[in-house]
């Protein structure tokens, strides 16, 4: 299970590459005009610290009293998805971003909650 945090740890490096170094590239793929640099570059490097993270927790899983990091992380990705929602629906977000970023983050948080409910049945057994 642990392989999830390697899973998670490249997509976020992927999507940190995108927006911090390719974001021409993604406004020309999805007909959009470039948004604020500034921002695409914090989201990019955000994502990069995110992917540091799970790399980590990869390497050396995250005790028991740690958990409760990898919920968080869960639910947060989990609203990603919504918030993708959102934009598609509301702001004309292109929809295959939508399902790329909003898909991804879903899945994302899903194997981040599965991994919590997994250790957590280890630990009753």
Sequence with gaps: MKYIFLVVGLWNTLGGINFLFLPEFQAATYGL??????????????????????FSFF?????????YLVVIFGTCKILLFFSGLVCYFR?????????????????????????VLNRVGKQRE
């Design 33 to 54: 005009p470039m948004g604020n640099r500034w921002e695409l570059h914090f989201i990019g490097l955000v994502a990069f610290t995110f992917a540091a993270i799970y």
């Design 59 to 67: 390497r050396k899983e995250p005790l028991q009293e740690y958990l």
């Design 91 to 115: 702001y004309d977000m292109p929809l295959r971003f939508m399902i790329i970023f909003s898909g991804g983050n879903l899945v994302m948080g899903s194997l981040f909650i599965a991994y």
